[in-house]
């Protein structure tokens, strides 16, 4: 577990590491900094060949998370010049993939890393710096004729836009959704047009497309293409197609047999209780439900530690995912925890959700956020009456509550959990009955500093979430650490793509 030497345990660069080169790389050196500081640079660029060295694929995936988290773009440049000098052969072989990459604070610009990365390789400087700004129109005609690498990964780029403009004007057609290329040959802001005119993008496109300049490509490609209107075209998510097919097949007497259990994760199914727009997959939605708590019971001893855990709202809005994971955990509980629910308030107590699913969600609905002290004299007072061992104990509390990346966090947590082992030792427990408190704040789309996990002994702090990130969650029992924060983050489909060839 990595520390850290001031009053934010996020410091661009540990006092330690975690013991394992990709999760440095993941959790600090890659870390969104309101600032970039040549430390964190430099500790990066001693970093990257240590990651490789360990995991290869693991490294070039997280490189291609700086781009899509918020990450800054000095961080992203660094690592990705790093790449070019070290592994050329696999930044060429990845460059299809990584213009497919989704940019997760700017979709619809996914085209566009390949003209940073071409423009960020052209102007600078062996030693670091960056050419004057002044010489910039110069610098592509020299050095494609000059340097046979950087024409190559020129070519490379056009090529691709080519492909995609020539694709494009097909699915327009067929009224398609459209890549990003003609966008940004068109930009209109004053950055993306010094970049694209640097590298000479609409140029070298139409001289590829043996067009007789860029008024033609404007005019056969560029001008349909950027007036064409990728959201008027109306696309059902994965997820419907699949309820829409179990409710047909229900109509007539068969839903049940074509439900797959892990279809949709708990709060993915949420999301369709008591939606007004989504009323008529009520009855498909109670069947999914009870198809996923059926496959987590028959996981047997793998998932033997799901059972006796609760899920605690310590904050003010609720949300899907600790509705989902809430009423989840208390089916698979063992008595006397199966089927209960917190509720109360500043006082909790427990209530009971036997009902259908849209009964107990209107009663976590209703329900107000628990201090988690109040929660704790509440598990001691069943433990104590029903004179529970050890083991029969609730052996992790969940608990989704708004955190704040510093160390006065972390201590305030620490002293918590101090007092929890002190509540009891006062009611005759050892510490083998606390349970370890997972303090979870997945707000991670209103968070720079998404992507956190602090362990304790006791606790654990966790800021930031993903469907993968869910699904891992689920998957383990509920356990959860740095390395699978770190595998969920990459477990998306655009990273299966990549492949390491040098």
């Known amino acids: ?42 500790y990066l660029e001693q970093l990257l060949p240590l990651a490789w060295s360990h995991d290869p694929l693991t490294t070039l995936k997280l490189i291609f998370t700086f781009h899509s988290l918020y990450f800054s773009e000095r961080k992203f440049d660094t690592a990705l010049l790093w790449l070019l000098h070290n ?5 060429l072989r990845n460059l299809h993939s990584i213009a497919d990459f989704p940019f997760f604070d700017c979709p619809g610009r996914e085209s566009w890393s390949l003209v940073q990365i071409l423009y960020n390789v052209l102007v600078q400087k062996p030693d670091g710096q960056v050419h004057d700004a002044a010489t910039h129109p110069h610098l592509h005609p020299e050095r494609y004729h000059r340097d046979p690498d950087y024409r190559l990964l020129h070519d490379r780029v056009i090529h691709i836009f080519v492909e995609r403009l020539k694709s494009d004007i097909d699915k327009m057609e067929q009224s398609d959704y459209i890549s990003d290329a003609a966008a940004c040959c068109t930009s209109t802001l004053l950055w993306d047009k010094h970049c694209t005119s640097t590298i000479f993008l609409c140029d070298s496109i139409a001289r590829r497309l043996s067009l007789p300049g860029s008024d033609q490509l404007e005019e056969e490609f560029l001008v349909p293409l950027t007036n064409y209107d990728n959201k008027e ?7 419907e197609e699949y309820l829409h097919k179990v409710k047909a097949a229900a109509d007539l007497g068969g839903g049940i047999g074509i439900i797959k259990p892990d279809a949709l994760l708990p709060h993915q199914i949420i999301e369709y209780v008591g939606d007004e727009e989504k009323e008529g997959f009520g009855e498909v939605i109670e069947l999914q439900w009870k198809a996923m708590v059926d496959l987590y019971q028959k996981q047997g001893e793998g998932l033997s530690k799901f059972k006796n855990m609760l899920v605690v709202r310590d904050c003010r809005l609720k949300y899907h995912l600790e509705i989902g994971l809430g009423l989840l955990v208390s089916e698979l509980s063992e008595e006397p925890w199966k089927g209960k629910l917190i509720g109360g308030g500043d006082e909790p107590f427990f209530i009971r959700g036997d009902n259908d699913l849209k009964s107990k969600c209107e009663l976590w609905w209703k329900s107000d956020k628990s201090s988690v002290l ?30 704040e990346p510093w160390e006065l966090q972390y201590q305030l947590l620490r002293r918590e959990y101090e007092a929890i082992q002190s509540k009891y030792k006062d009611k ?73 060839v040098d």
């Open 1 to 42: 577990m990595a520390s850290y030497n001031n009053n934010n345990i996020w410091h661009c660069i540990p006092s330690s590491s975690y013991g394992d080169p990709c999760l440095d790389l993941f959790f600090d050196a890659l870390r969104p900094e309101y600032r970039d500081v040549n430390p964190c640079l430099k």
């Open 87 to 91: 592994h050329p052969k696999t930044l």
């Open 233 to 239: 075209i109306e696309k059902q998510s994965l997820e």
């Open 374 to 403: 109040g929660v704790i004299d509440l598990i001691l007072e069943v433990g104590v009456n029903a004179n529970l061992k050890a083991g029969q104990m609730i052996k992790k509390v969940i608990v989704f509550t708004e955190l």
């Open 428 to 500: 005759g427990y050892g510490n083998d009955a606390v349970p370890h408190i997972l303090y979870w704040d997945w707000r991670f789309q209103t968070s720079l500093d998404s992507w956190i996990c602090t362990q304790h002994p006791g606790f654990t702090m966790l800021m930031g979430s993903s469907d993968n990130l869910v699904k891992s969650f689920c998957h383990n029992a509920g356990e959860i650490g740095p390395h699978h924060l770190m595998e969920a983050v990459i477990a998306g489909k655009e990273y299966q793509t990549y492949t390491v």
